[in-house]
């Protein structure tokens, strides 16, 4: 039964169970060194349900110097962060560590120095941050270290030694993806690279490495539109004029994209010129990243950037560090493969 009106402690749990608080102390805690019996520890599980007793989080961390919540660090607006979040969420539950979501401002130094006062105050363990490429610093890759504070990087510092990232492999999904359109429509695949006025980040630098490297390998000569993230009302007429030059004379053509959004802007394009998606217009997304390849129509092929994987990978990887299963300093990247979507945006052509 309970113990009614009154908190219960280890020690209730300890007399119950018949053991001593030190046993109840290794079968909560795990402590490695103290050796319990599955009948010892049997007891100790059954006592803590009859009892209700709850581990106090406080004195816990007294203990451990640890708090068991991990800080998930970005843009919130950002729906790529969102996904990160996901998989950072789902693995935390398993692992029994909190996520505290601190939300990035632009830019966010201030905010991440505010990161580093939680961890001194042991507030949180460490943090997985979703880093834009334009936010990287030497000066923060400094303070972590200093400061010794956990922190793993999702898709930021791919070429920073000192910061363990978890990033997809780009390139290789790029060709992976040239690759297939090359096999179904034997057609030569012109590249579209959409952008948002600021330098370009790790991955679509990769990516448009990947297509002229590929293309070069061919014989052929890289064939690269580079177009600025707008309303399709206010783009519309330039994507018009674009597809019908390419379309040379009505033949088919093949196109690969950086991004969803110049995806769907093209086959909007191809549906207002009476081209149809899959048979004159071949198209190919580098992403999925607003999550509407496969509800528009058609359903637009992609090579996807697992975004909930690379949270989730980045979570253990974090605890890892924080459970002191690996040292501070070693900071292996973590490369994930892309995940290759086919849908009805690239058909077979015949040859």
Same mark, same amino acid.
């Given at each position: 039964?309970?113990?009614?009106?009154?908190?219960?402690?280890?020690?209730?749990?300890?007399?119950?169970? $018949?053991?001593?608080?030190?046993?109840?102390?290794?079968?909560?805690?795990?402590?490695?060194?103290? $050796?319990?019996?599955?009948?010892?520890?049997?007891?100790?599980?059954?006592?803590?349900?009859?009892?209700?007793?709850?581990?106090?989080?406080?004195?816990?961390?007294?203990?451990?110097?640890?708090?068991?919540?991990? +800080?998930?660090?970005?843009?919130?607006?950002?729906?790529?962060?969102?996904?990160?979040?996901?998989?950072?969420?789902?693995?935390?539950?398993?692992?029994?560590?909190?996520?505290?979501?601190?939300?990035?401002?632009?830019? *966010?130094?201030?905010?991440?120095?505010?990161?580093?006062?939680? /961890?001194?105050?042991?507030?949180?363990?460490?943090?997985? +941050?979703?880093?834009?490429?334009?936010?990287?610093? =030497? =000066?923060?890759?400094?303070?972590?270290?200093?400061?010794?504070?956990?922190?793993?990087?999702?898709?930021?510092?791919?070429?920073?030694?000192?910061?363990?990232?978890?990033?997809?492999?780009? !390139?290789?999904?790029?060709?992976?993806?040239?690759?297939?359109?090359?096999?179904?429509?034997?057609?030569?695949?012109?590249?579209?690279?959409?952008?948002?006025?600021?330098?370009?980040?790790?991955?679509?630098?990769?990516?448009?490495?990947?297509?002229?490297?590929?293309?070069?390998?061919?014989?052929?000569?890289?064939?690269?539109?580079?177009?600025?993230?707008?309303?399709?009302?206010?783009?519309? *007429?330039?994507?018009?004029?674009?597809?019908?030059?390419?379309?040379?004379?009505?033949?088919?053509?093949?196109?690969?994209?950086?991004?969803? !959004?110049?995806?769907?802007?093209?086959?909007?394009? +191809?549906?207002?010129?009476?081209?149809?998606?899959?048979?004159?217009?071949?198209?190919? +997304? $580098?992403?999925?990243?607003?999550?509407?390849?496969?509800?528009? /129509? *058609?359903?637009?092929?992609?090579?996807?950037?697992? /975004?909930?994987?690379?949270?989730?990978?980045?979570?253990?990887?974090?605890?890892? /560090?924080?459970?002191?299963?690996? *040292?501070?300093?070693?900071?292996?990247?973590?490369?994930?493969?892309?995940?290759?979507?086919?849908?009805?945006?690239?058909?077979?052509?015949?040859?």
């Amino acid at each position: 039964m309970r113990v009614a009106n009154k908190r219960v402690t280890s020690f209730d749990v300890a007399r119950k169970a $018949g053991v001593s608080r030190s046993v109840v102390s290794a079968v909560l805690n795990d402590t490695p060194g103290i $050796g319990v019996s599955a009948e010892k520890r049997k007891a100790v599980l059954e006592a803590i349900r009859e009892l209700g007793y709850q581990v106090d989080a406080q004195a816990r961390g007294m203990k451990t110097g640890r708090s068991q919540c991990l +800080a998930a660090f970005g843009n919130v607006s950002n729906p790529l962060f969102l996904q990160v979040l996901e998989g950072m969420q789902e693995t935390c539950s398993h692992k029994g560590y909190h996520v505290l979501l601190y939300g990035s401002g632009n830019p *966010p130094q201030d905010q991440r120095e505010e990161l580093i006062e939680l /961890y001194m105050q042991r507030r949180i363990d460490g943090v997985v +941050a979703f880093d834009r490429p334009q936010w990287d610093r =030497d =000066d923060w890759v400094r303070l972590v270290q200093s400061k010794a504070m956990p922190y793993v990087s999702v898709e930021g510092y791919p070429d920073e030694p000192r910061i363990a990232s978890v990033l997809m492999d780009y !390139r290789e999904a790029a060709r992976r993806a040239l690759d297939f359109m090359w096999e179904r429509t034997g057609l030569v695949p012109l590249y579209v690279e959409m952008n948002v006025g600021v330098p370009l980040g790790f991955g679509d630098i990769e990516r448009r490495k990947a297509y002229e490297e590929w293309m070069l390998e061919k014989g052929w000569q890289p064939a690269v539109t580079e177009v600025p993230d707008k309303l399709w009302r206010q783009a519309e *007429p330039k994507w018009l004029e674009w597809l019908k030059f390419k379309m040379n004379e009505g033949k088919p053509c093949a196109v690969f994209t950086n991004w969803s !959004r110049a995806a769907v802007s093209i086959s909007r394009a +191809a549906f207002k010129l009476g081209y149809t998606v899959g048979e004159d217009v071949h198209i190919m +997304a $580098g992403d999925n990243t607003d999550r509407v390849n496969q509800h528009v /129509y *058609p359903s637009l092929t992609a090579v996807e950037v697992p /975004y909930r994987e690379m949270g989730r990978l980045a979570v253990e990887r974090l605890a890892e /560090y924080v459970e002191g299963r690996r *040292p501070l300093d070693a900071h292996e990247d973590i490369v994930v493969p892309a995940e290759l979507a086919v849908r009805e945006s690239v058909g077979w052509i015949r040859r």
